[in-house]
Protein backbone atom coordinates (compact mmCIF):
# COMPACT_ATOMS: atom_id res chain seq x y z
CA UNK A 1 0.00 0.00 0.00
CA UNK A 2 2.92 2.20 0.72
CA UNK A 3 4.30 1.50 -2.45
CA UNK A 4 1.15 3.12 -4.15
CA UNK A 5 1.07 6.03 -2.42
CA UNK A 6 5.04 6.83 -3.08
CA UNK A 7 4.70 5.37 -6.81
CA UNK A 8 1.40 8.40 -6.98
CA UNK A 9 3.53 10.79 -5.03
CA UNK A 10 6.50 10.66 -7.37
CA UNK A 11 4.90 10.83 -10.55
CA UNK A 12 2.66 13.33 -9.71
CA UNK A 13 5.47 15.37 -8.20
CA UNK A 14 7.54 15.30 -11.04
CA UNK A 15 4.58 16.65 -13.46
CA UNK A 16 4.48 19.83 -11.93
CA UNK A 17 6.76 21.79 -13.76
CA UNK A 18 4.81 20.54 -17.16
CA UNK A 19 3.52 22.77 -19.22
CA UNK A 20 -0.48 23.63 -18.21
CA UNK A 21 -3.23 24.45 -20.83
CA UNK A 22 -2.85 28.43 -19.09
CA UNK A 23 -0.29 29.21 -21.95
CA UNK A 24 1.12 28.30 -25.64
CA UNK A 25 4.24 29.11 -27.63
CA UNK A 26 3.82 31.44 -30.76
CA UNK A 27 3.86 29.93 -33.95
CA UNK A 28 7.17 30.36 -35.65
CA UNK A 29 5.84 30.27 -39.19
CA UNK A 30 2.86 32.22 -41.10
CA UNK A 31 2.78 28.77 -42.59
CA UNK A 32 2.26 26.59 -39.38
CA UNK A 33 -0.64 28.83 -38.51
CA UNK A 34 -2.79 29.21 -41.78
CA UNK A 35 -1.77 26.70 -44.74
CA UNK A 36 -2.02 27.34 -48.05
CA UNK A 37 -5.41 27.69 -49.61
CA UNK A 38 -7.13 28.04 -46.16
CA UNK A 39 -10.41 30.01 -45.83
CA UNK A 40 -11.27 31.67 -42.61
CA UNK A 41 -14.85 33.36 -42.46
CA UNK A 42 -15.98 35.78 -39.40
CA UNK A 43 -19.67 36.87 -39.15
CA UNK A 44 -20.26 40.25 -37.88
CA UNK A 45 -23.54 40.87 -35.30
CA UNK A 46 -24.91 44.35 -34.26
CA UNK A 47 -27.80 44.21 -31.67
CA UNK A 48 -28.63 40.92 -33.09
CA UNK A 49 -28.77 41.48 -36.39
CA UNK A 50 -26.02 40.64 -38.95
CA UNK A 51 -24.41 43.53 -40.50
CA UNK A 52 -21.37 41.71 -42.39
CA UNK A 53 -19.08 38.82 -43.46
CA UNK A 54 -15.25 38.88 -43.50
CA UNK A 55 -13.25 36.31 -45.49
CA UNK A 56 -9.78 35.52 -45.57
CA UNK A 57 -7.80 33.09 -47.87
CA UNK A 58 -3.93 32.14 -48.46
CA UNK A 59 -3.41 32.03 -51.68
CA UNK A 60 0.75 31.91 -52.76
CA UNK A 61 3.64 33.89 -51.97
CA UNK A 62 5.47 36.54 -52.88
CA UNK A 63 8.84 38.34 -52.00
CA UNK A 64 8.51 41.72 -50.32
CA UNK A 65 11.62 43.96 -49.50
CA UNK A 66 13.76 40.87 -50.16
CA UNK A 67 11.51 38.56 -47.75
CA UNK A 68 9.98 35.63 -48.17
CA UNK A 69 6.06 36.47 -47.47
CA UNK A 70 2.51 34.94 -47.80
CA UNK A 71 0.03 36.73 -49.84
CA UNK A 72 -3.52 36.77 -47.65
CA UNK A 73 -6.51 37.94 -49.73
CA UNK A 74 -9.10 40.01 -48.05
CA UNK A 75 -12.72 40.59 -48.05
CA UNK A 76 -15.06 42.44 -45.95
CA UNK A 77 -18.49 44.50 -45.97
CA UNK A 78 -20.14 45.97 -43.25
CA UNK A 79 -23.06 47.83 -44.05
CA UNK A 80 -24.07 49.62 -40.59
CA UNK A 81 -26.68 50.61 -42.33
CA UNK A 82 -29.07 47.90 -41.34
CA UNK A 83 -28.91 49.43 -37.80
CA UNK A 84 -29.52 52.31 -38.74
CA UNK A 85 -26.32 53.99 -38.38
CA UNK A 86 -26.04 54.72 -42.65
CA UNK A 87 -22.50 53.78 -42.86
CA UNK A 88 -21.07 50.85 -44.93
CA UNK A 89 -17.94 49.65 -45.60
CA UNK A 90 -16.03 47.03 -48.43
CA UNK A 91 -12.72 46.36 -48.63
CA UNK A 92 -11.07 44.12 -51.00
CA UNK A 93 -8.03 43.04 -51.61
CA UNK A 94 -4.92 41.46 -49.92
CA UNK A 95 -2.16 41.49 -47.50
CA UNK A 96 1.64 40.28 -47.25
CA UNK A 97 2.81 38.78 -44.08
CA UNK A 98 6.14 37.40 -43.84
CA UNK A 99 6.56 33.71 -43.42
CA UNK A 100 8.70 33.88 -40.40
CA UNK A 101 7.52 37.16 -38.71
CA UNK A 102 5.83 40.67 -39.55
CA UNK A 103 3.63 43.00 -42.02
CA UNK A 104 5.42 43.31 -45.60
CA UNK A 105 2.29 45.12 -47.14
CA UNK A 106 -1.06 45.83 -48.80
CA UNK A 107 -3.40 46.36 -51.58
CA UNK A 108 -6.54 47.37 -51.16
CA UNK A 109 -9.43 48.78 -52.75
CA UNK A 110 -11.65 50.33 -50.18
CA UNK A 111 -15.31 51.73 -50.54
CA UNK A 112 -17.05 53.91 -48.06
CA UNK A 113 -19.75 56.59 -48.55
CA UNK A 114 -16.97 58.70 -50.30
CA UNK A 115 -14.98 57.83 -53.92
CA UNK A 116 -13.54 54.23 -53.81
CA UNK A 117 -9.90 54.64 -53.09
CA UNK A 118 -6.94 52.22 -53.70
CA UNK A 119 -4.32 51.82 -51.80
CA UNK A 120 -0.90 50.03 -52.50
CA UNK A 121 2.12 49.93 -49.61
CA UNK A 122 4.74 47.61 -49.37
CA UNK A 123 7.94 47.53 -46.62
CA UNK A 124 10.89 49.48 -47.53
CA UNK A 125 13.54 49.02 -44.62
CA UNK A 126 11.81 50.54 -42.22
CA UNK A 127 9.48 51.92 -43.95
CA UNK A 128 6.69 51.76 -45.34
CA UNK A 129 6.10 53.06 -48.67
CA UNK A 130 3.65 53.45 -51.15
CA UNK A 131 0.39 55.22 -52.59
CA UNK A 132 -3.35 55.94 -52.29
CA UNK A 133 -5.49 56.83 -55.84
CA UNK A 134 -9.07 58.54 -54.94
CA UNK A 135 -11.20 60.25 -57.49
CA UNK A 136 -7.92 60.04 -60.48
CA UNK A 137 -5.66 61.88 -57.94
CA UNK A 138 -2.14 59.41 -56.72
CA UNK A 139 -0.65 60.70 -53.35
CA UNK A 140 2.42 59.20 -51.72
CA UNK A 141 2.61 57.53 -48.88
CA UNK A 142 5.38 57.23 -46.16
CA UNK A 143 5.69 55.95 -42.34
CA UNK A 144 8.20 54.88 -40.20
CA UNK A 145 7.61 50.71 -39.54
CA UNK A 146 9.42 48.44 -37.30
CA UNK A 147 10.58 45.45 -39.37
CA UNK A 148 8.80 42.51 -37.75
CA UNK A 149 6.02 44.16 -36.58
CA UNK A 150 2.13 43.63 -37.47
CA UNK A 151 -0.78 45.02 -38.89
CA UNK A 152 -4.47 45.47 -38.34
CA UNK A 153 -7.39 47.74 -38.58
CA UNK A 154 -10.37 47.43 -36.09
CA UNK A 155 -12.21 44.99 -38.41
CA UNK A 156 -9.35 42.88 -39.34
CA UNK A 157 -9.68 39.85 -37.60
CA UNK A 158 -7.67 37.76 -39.59
CA UNK A 159 -4.81 40.50 -38.84
CA UNK A 160 -5.67 40.31 -35.11
CA UNK A 161 -5.34 36.85 -35.12
CA UNK A 162 -1.55 36.41 -36.58
CA UNK A 163 -0.89 39.17 -34.30
CA UNK A 164 -1.85 36.65 -31.32
CA UNK A 165 -0.56 33.36 -33.33
CA UNK A 166 2.48 34.69 -33.60
CA UNK A 167 3.33 35.75 -29.95
CA UNK A 168 3.38 33.99 -26.45
CA UNK A 169 0.64 33.89 -24.72
CA UNK A 170 -0.30 33.03 -21.06
CA UNK A 171 -2.83 33.55 -18.31
CA UNK A 172 -1.48 36.55 -16.39
CA UNK A 173 0.30 38.22 -19.19
CA UNK A 174 -0.14 42.22 -20.23
CA UNK A 175 0.13 42.47 -23.97
CA UNK A 176 2.64 45.77 -24.53
CA UNK A 177 3.04 46.10 -28.46
CA UNK A 178 2.14 48.28 -31.18
CA UNK A 179 0.54 47.95 -34.52
CA UNK A 180 0.90 49.14 -37.60
CA UNK A 181 -2.46 50.28 -39.60
CA UNK A 182 -2.81 50.53 -43.43
CA UNK A 183 -5.72 53.14 -44.01
CA UNK A 184 -3.84 55.84 -41.43
CA UNK A 185 -0.67 54.85 -42.39
CA UNK A 186 0.22 54.97 -38.42
CA UNK A 187 1.17 53.19 -35.61
CA UNK A 188 -1.49 52.47 -32.70
CA UNK A 189 0.07 51.54 -29.27
CA UNK A 190 -1.63 47.76 -28.19
CA UNK A 191 -2.18 46.96 -24.62
CA UNK A 192 -4.32 43.93 -23.09
CA UNK A 193 -4.72 41.32 -20.65
CA UNK A 194 -4.44 37.76 -20.85
CA UNK A 195 -7.05 37.25 -18.23
CA UNK A 196 -7.99 33.79 -17.86
CA UNK A 197 -8.21 30.27 -19.40
CA UNK A 198 -11.96 29.01 -19.98
CA UNK A 199 -14.92 26.98 -21.49
CA UNK A 200 -16.55 29.90 -23.16
CA UNK A 201 -20.04 29.96 -24.63
CA UNK A 202 -19.78 31.61 -28.25
CA UNK A 203 -23.10 31.55 -28.56
CA UNK A 204 -26.14 29.21 -27.32
CA UNK A 205 -25.28 25.60 -27.30
CA UNK A 206 -21.78 26.45 -28.88
CA UNK A 207 -18.69 25.85 -26.40
CA UNK A 208 -14.94 25.88 -26.45
CA UNK A 209 -11.68 26.65 -24.36
CA UNK A 210 -10.07 29.84 -24.95
CA UNK A 211 -8.09 32.60 -23.55
CA UNK A 212 -10.23 35.72 -22.65
CA UNK A 213 -7.75 38.64 -23.97
CA UNK A 214 -9.06 42.23 -22.82
CA UNK A 215 -7.75 44.91 -24.61
CA UNK A 216 -7.56 48.75 -23.17
CA UNK A 217 -5.73 50.09 -26.27
CA UNK A 218 -5.96 50.78 -29.03
CA UNK A 219 -9.80 50.37 -27.50
CA UNK A 220 -11.76 48.23 -25.30
CA UNK A 221 -12.39 45.00 -26.60
CA UNK A 222 -12.40 41.33 -25.46
CA UNK A 223 -10.94 38.79 -27.78
CA UNK A 224 -11.72 34.89 -27.55
CA UNK A 225 -8.10 33.09 -28.41
CA UNK A 226 -7.83 29.38 -28.79
CA UNK A 227 -5.32 27.63 -28.13
CA UNK A 228 -5.37 25.76 -31.64
CA UNK A 229 -4.61 29.94 -32.75
CA UNK A 230 -8.50 30.56 -33.47
CA UNK A 231 -10.01 34.01 -32.99
CA UNK A 232 -13.34 32.49 -32.47
CA UNK A 233 -14.85 35.17 -30.83
CA UNK A 234 -14.71 39.30 -30.47
CA UNK A 235 -16.70 41.95 -28.36
CA UNK A 236 -16.30 45.63 -29.17
CA UNK A 237 -18.88 46.90 -26.18
CA UNK A 238 -18.34 50.64 -27.62
CA UNK A 239 -20.37 49.71 -30.60
CA UNK A 240 -22.33 46.62 -29.28
CA UNK A 241 -20.22 44.56 -32.43
CA UNK A 242 -19.98 41.12 -32.03
CA UNK A 243 -18.25 38.69 -34.33
CA UNK A 244 -17.83 35.09 -34.60
CA UNK A 245 -15.64 32.53 -36.43
CA UNK A 246 -18.18 30.34 -38.66
CA UNK A 247 -15.66 28.60 -41.09
CA UNK A 248 -12.23 27.11 -40.80
CA UNK A 249 -11.32 25.18 -43.81
CA UNK A 250 -9.31 24.28 -46.77
CA UNK A 251 -10.71 25.73 -50.03
CA UNK A 252 -9.62 22.58 -52.26
CA UNK A 253 -10.68 19.70 -49.73
CA UNK A 254 -14.45 20.58 -49.00
CA UNK A 255 -17.04 21.79 -50.85
CA UNK A 256 -19.07 24.79 -50.68
CA UNK A 257 -20.68 26.03 -47.40
CA UNK A 258 -18.85 23.42 -45.17
CA UNK A 259 -17.05 23.93 -42.20
CA UNK A 260 -17.27 24.30 -38.11
CA UNK A 261 -16.74 27.00 -35.85
CA UNK A 262 -15.56 25.06 -33.26
CA UNK A 263 -13.67 21.73 -32.90
CA UNK A 264 -14.64 21.78 -28.88
CA UNK A 265 -16.92 18.87 -28.78
CA UNK A 266 -16.89 16.88 -31.96
CA UNK A 267 -17.37 13.19 -32.12
CA UNK A 268 -13.91 12.81 -33.91
CA UNK A 269 -11.86 15.08 -31.18
CA UNK A 270 -13.28 13.08 -28.68
CA UNK A 271 -12.68 9.55 -29.87
CA UNK A 272 -9.13 10.88 -29.73
CA UNK A 273 -9.19 11.62 -26.58
CA UNK A 274 -9.64 7.91 -25.69
CA UNK A 275 -6.13 7.29 -24.12
CA UNK A 276 -6.97 10.12 -21.37
CA UNK A 277 -10.35 8.67 -20.61
CA UNK A 278 -8.18 5.53 -20.01
CA UNK A 279 -5.86 7.25 -18.18
CA UNK A 280 -8.25 8.60 -15.91
CA UNK A 281 -10.17 5.50 -14.88
CA UNK A 282 -6.05 3.52 -14.26
CA UNK A 283 -5.78 6.26 -11.73
CA UNK A 284 -8.91 6.40 -10.06
CA UNK A 285 -8.86 2.14 -10.15
CA UNK A 286 -5.42 3.42 -8.46
CA UNK A 287 -6.36 5.39 -6.14
CA UNK A 288 -9.36 3.11 -4.98
CA UNK A 289 -6.79 0.33 -4.37
CA UNK A 290 -4.45 2.89 -2.45
CA UNK A 291 -7.35 3.65 0.10
CA UNK A 292 -9.37 0.12 -0.54
CA UNK A 293 -6.18 -2.41 0.07
CA UNK A 294 -7.61 -5.95 -0.49
CA UNK A 295 -11.00 -4.74 -0.33
CA UNK A 296 -11.12 -3.44 -3.54
CA UNK A 297 -12.46 -6.67 -4.79
CA UNK A 298 -15.80 -5.94 -2.35
CA UNK A 299 -18.90 -4.99 -4.79
CA UNK A 300 -19.63 -2.13 -2.34
CA UNK A 301 -16.11 -0.60 -3.44
CA UNK A 302 -16.91 -1.06 -7.59
CA UNK A 303 -20.54 0.38 -6.05
CA UNK A 304 -19.32 3.28 -4.68
CA UNK A 305 -16.82 3.77 -7.59
CA UNK A 306 -19.72 4.03 -9.64
CA UNK A 307 -21.91 5.98 -7.98
CA UNK A 308 -19.35 8.82 -7.45
CA UNK A 309 -19.39 9.37 -11.37
CA UNK A 310 -23.12 9.48 -11.58
CA UNK A 311 -23.17 11.74 -9.14
CA UNK A 312 -20.56 14.23 -10.69
CA UNK A 313 -23.30 14.54 -13.20
CA UNK A 314 -25.16 16.59 -11.32
CA UNK A 315 -22.04 19.20 -10.95
CA UNK A 316 -21.88 19.47 -14.87
CA UNK A 317 -25.59 21.06 -14.46
CA UNK A 318 -25.27 23.12 -11.34
CA UNK A 319 -21.76 23.63 -10.72
CA UNK A 320 -20.57 24.15 -14.22
CA UNK A 321 -23.34 26.87 -15.52
CA UNK A 322 -23.02 28.15 -11.44
CA UNK A 323 -19.46 29.08 -11.84
CA UNK A 324 -19.89 30.68 -15.74
CA UNK A 325 -22.35 33.33 -14.54
CA UNK A 326 -20.72 34.47 -11.79
CA UNK A 327 -17.45 34.44 -13.78
CA UNK A 328 -19.17 36.62 -16.64
CA UNK A 329 -21.12 38.36 -14.26
CA UNK A 330 -19.92 39.40 -11.39
CA UNK A 331 -16.14 38.19 -11.14
CA UNK A 332 -15.28 40.04 -14.98
CA UNK A 333 -17.47 43.14 -14.84
CA UNK A 334 -16.03 44.27 -11.31
CA UNK A 335 -12.55 43.56 -11.78
CA UNK A 336 -13.09 45.53 -14.92
CA UNK A 337 -13.79 48.29 -12.52
CA UNK A 338 -11.26 48.23 -10.78
CA UNK A 339 -12.90 46.01 -7.90
CA UNK A 340 -10.54 43.38 -6.49
CA UNK A 341 -9.89 40.19 -7.79
CA UNK A 342 -8.65 38.53 -4.68
CA UNK A 343 -12.21 39.66 -3.04
CA UNK A 344 -14.59 38.86 -5.97
CA UNK A 345 -12.42 35.51 -7.28
CA UNK A 346 -13.76 33.86 -4.03
CA UNK A 347 -17.28 33.61 -5.12
CA UNK A 348 -16.61 30.84 -8.10
CA UNK A 349 -13.72 28.73 -6.06
CA UNK A 350 -16.25 28.87 -3.17
CA UNK A 351 -19.65 27.95 -5.38
CA UNK A 352 -17.47 24.44 -7.21
CA UNK A 353 -16.06 23.71 -3.13
CA UNK A 354 -19.74 23.68 -2.01
CA UNK A 355 -21.50 21.92 -4.63
CA UNK A 356 -18.70 19.48 -5.03
CA UNK A 357 -18.90 18.42 -1.41
CA UNK A 358 -22.17 18.26 -0.55
CA UNK A 359 -22.73 15.78 -3.53
CA UNK A 360 -20.17 13.88 -2.13
CA UNK A 361 -21.73 14.06 1.32
CA UNK A 362 -24.95 13.42 0.14
CA UNK A 363 -23.69 10.10 -1.62
CA UNK A 364 -22.11 9.23 1.64
CA UNK A 365 -25.83 9.38 3.49
CA UNK A 366 -27.30 7.62 0.86
CA UNK A 367 -24.92 4.94 1.75
CA UNK A 368 -24.90 5.44 5.40
CA UNK A 369 -28.95 5.55 5.49
CA UNK A 370 -30.50 3.90 2.94
CA UNK A 371 -28.10 1.52 1.37
CA UNK A 372 -27.16 0.57 5.34
CA UNK A 373 -23.81 0.36 4.82
CA UNK A 374 -21.57 -0.85 7.80
CA UNK A 375 -20.42 2.15 10.07
CA UNK A 376 -16.92 0.76 9.99
CA UNK A 377 -17.25 0.97 6.07
CA UNK A 378 -18.28 4.10 5.74
CA UNK A 379 -14.32 5.47 5.37
CA UNK A 380 -14.20 3.19 2.58
CA UNK A 381 -17.15 4.10 0.94
CA UNK A 382 -16.52 8.07 0.84
CA UNK A 383 -12.64 7.38 -0.73
CA UNK A 384 -14.24 5.29 -3.59
CA UNK A 385 -17.01 7.41 -4.53
CA UNK A 386 -14.59 10.41 -4.38
CA UNK A 387 -12.03 8.76 -6.49
CA UNK A 388 -15.27 7.80 -9.11
CA UNK A 389 -16.04 11.68 -8.91
CA UNK A 390 -12.51 12.82 -9.46
CA UNK A 391 -12.59 10.34 -12.68
CA UNK A 392 -15.73 11.43 -14.21
CA UNK A 393 -14.82 15.12 -13.32
CA UNK A 394 -11.33 14.37 -15.39
CA UNK A 395 -13.38 12.98 -18.24
CA UNK A 396 -15.82 15.46 -18.34
CA UNK A 397 -13.48 17.92 -18.08
CA UNK A 398 -11.23 16.41 -21.26
CA UNK A 399 -14.26 16.75 -23.54
CA UNK A 400 -13.98 20.41 -22.97
CA UNK A 401 -10.46 20.59 -24.37
CA UNK A 402 -9.10 21.44 -27.99
CA UNK A 403 -5.63 19.65 -27.68
CA UNK A 404 -5.88 15.74 -26.65
CA UNK A 405 -2.07 15.74 -25.78
CA UNK A 406 -1.60 12.36 -23.60
CA UNK A 407 1.34 13.19 -21.93
CA UNK A 408 0.71 16.76 -20.29
CA UNK A 409 -0.37 18.82 -17.39
CA UNK A 410 -4.23 17.57 -17.69
CA UNK A 411 -3.04 14.21 -16.80
CA UNK A 412 -0.99 14.77 -13.84
CA UNK A 413 -3.68 17.79 -12.32
CA UNK A 414 -6.63 15.44 -12.92
CA UNK A 415 -4.60 12.97 -11.05
CA UNK A 416 -3.82 15.05 -8.29
CA UNK A 417 -7.78 16.01 -8.30
CA UNK A 418 -8.97 12.32 -7.97
CA UNK A 419 -6.76 11.95 -4.76
CA UNK A 420 -7.92 14.50 -3.79
CA UNK A 421 -11.74 13.40 -3.90
CA UNK A 422 -10.82 10.11 -2.83
CA UNK A 423 -9.40 11.91 0.44
CA UNK A 424 -11.91 14.10 1.05
CA UNK A 425 -14.42 11.60 0.64
CA UNK A 426 -12.81 8.92 2.97
CA UNK A 427 -12.32 11.78 5.49
CA UNK A 428 -16.52 12.43 5.44
CA UNK A 429 -16.89 9.14 5.43
CA UNK A 430 -14.96 8.67 8.59
CA UNK A 431 -16.05 11.38 10.72
CA UNK A 432 -19.73 10.17 9.88
CA UNK A 433 -18.61 6.15 11.26
CA UNK A 434 -17.90 7.20 14.48
CA UNK A 435 -21.02 8.95 15.36
CA UNK A 436 -23.67 9.62 13.20
CA UNK A 437 -25.18 12.49 15.20
CA UNK A 438 -22.11 13.77 16.07
CA UNK A 439 -20.60 17.60 15.17
CA UNK A 440 -17.79 16.05 13.61
CA UNK A 441 -19.19 15.61 10.18
CA UNK A 442 -20.22 18.97 9.82
CA UNK A 443 -16.88 20.01 10.93
CA UNK A 444 -15.12 17.74 8.39
CA UNK A 445 -17.35 19.00 5.90
CA UNK A 446 -17.36 22.41 6.27
CA UNK A 447 -13.57 21.78 6.29
CA UNK A 448 -13.37 19.90 2.57
CA UNK A 449 -15.73 22.88 1.07
CA UNK A 450 -12.57 25.38 2.28
CA UNK A 451 -9.64 22.76 1.02
CA UNK A 452 -11.76 22.40 -2.14
CA UNK A 453 -12.27 26.05 -2.09
CA UNK A 454 -9.38 27.04 -1.58
CA UNK A 455 -7.54 24.80 -4.54
CA UNK A 456 -9.36 26.38 -7.14
CA UNK A 457 -8.56 29.73 -6.20
CA UNK A 458 -4.73 29.41 -6.53
CA UNK A 459 -5.17 30.36 -10.34
CA UNK A 460 -5.87 33.76 -8.83
CA UNK A 461 -2.31 34.48 -7.32
CA UNK A 462 -1.23 33.37 -10.71
CA UNK A 463 -3.43 35.88 -12.56
CA UNK A 464 -2.02 38.90 -10.30
CA UNK A 465 1.28 37.25 -10.81
CA UNK A 466 1.94 36.45 -6.87
CA UNK A 467 3.41 33.11 -8.02
CA UNK A 468 4.03 31.59 -11.54
CA UNK A 469 2.32 28.53 -12.77
CA UNK A 470 4.52 26.37 -11.37
CA UNK A 471 4.82 27.14 -7.90
CA UNK A 472 1.16 26.63 -8.37
CA UNK A 473 1.41 23.23 -9.43
CA UNK A 474 3.68 22.24 -6.72
CA UNK A 475 1.67 24.03 -3.60
CA UNK A 476 -1.35 22.02 -5.33
CA UNK A 477 1.33 18.88 -5.29
CA UNK A 478 1.89 18.88 -1.79
CA UNK A 479 -1.26 20.02 -0.33
CA UNK A 480 -3.37 16.75 -1.85
CA UNK A 481 -0.50 14.90 -1.07
CA UNK A 482 -0.66 15.70 2.14
CA UNK A 483 -4.23 15.61 2.75
CA UNK A 484 -3.85 11.64 1.27
CA UNK A 485 -1.54 10.76 3.85
CA UNK A 486 -3.96 12.25 6.78
CA UNK A 487 -6.77 10.39 5.26
CA UNK A 488 -4.74 7.16 4.84
CA UNK A 489 -3.63 7.37 8.78
CA UNK A 490 -7.09 8.23 9.49
CA UNK A 491 -8.25 5.05 7.23
CA UNK A 492 -5.78 2.60 9.21
CA UNK A 493 -7.37 3.52 12.17
CA UNK A 494 -10.68 2.09 11.13
CA UNK A 495 -8.71 -1.28 9.97
Not at 12 to 22: D, H, K, L, M, N
Not at 115 to 125: A, N, Q, T, V, Y
Not at 437 to 462: D, E, K
Request: net charge positive; aromatic share 12%.
Amino acid sequence: MRTIFLALTAIFITGTTSTAQRSIRGDSLFSEFRPDGELRMWTFVVKDSTIGRLFSTVRGDETVDGEEGRILEQRYSLDFARIGAGVSIDVEGRHFIAEQRGYLGSELTIKTADEPSRLEIKRDGNFIRGSVTQNNRRRDLEASFSPGSFAADVYMLDLHEIFLAMRDIAVGDTIRDSIFVPQLMSTQYVEASVDMFVNKQLYKGVFDSTFVIRYRYPQEQTFYFTPDKRLVKVEIPGQELKAYLDVVRKMDSAPEGTGSITKGRSGVNIVKKWPLFVAYCLLGLAVMVLFAGRRWRWGTSWLGLIAGGVVFIVAIFTQMPLQMYLVEKLLIPNVTEGGSPYFWGVFPSLTAGLIQELLKASLIFVFAFLIRVRADRLTLVGAVTGAGFGVMEGCYLATLAVTADFFSWHLLERGFWIMYHAAAGGLLGHSLSHNENSRRFSFMLVSMILFNSALRYLPVFVQQNVINVQMMYFVLALTVIALTGFAFRRFQQDR
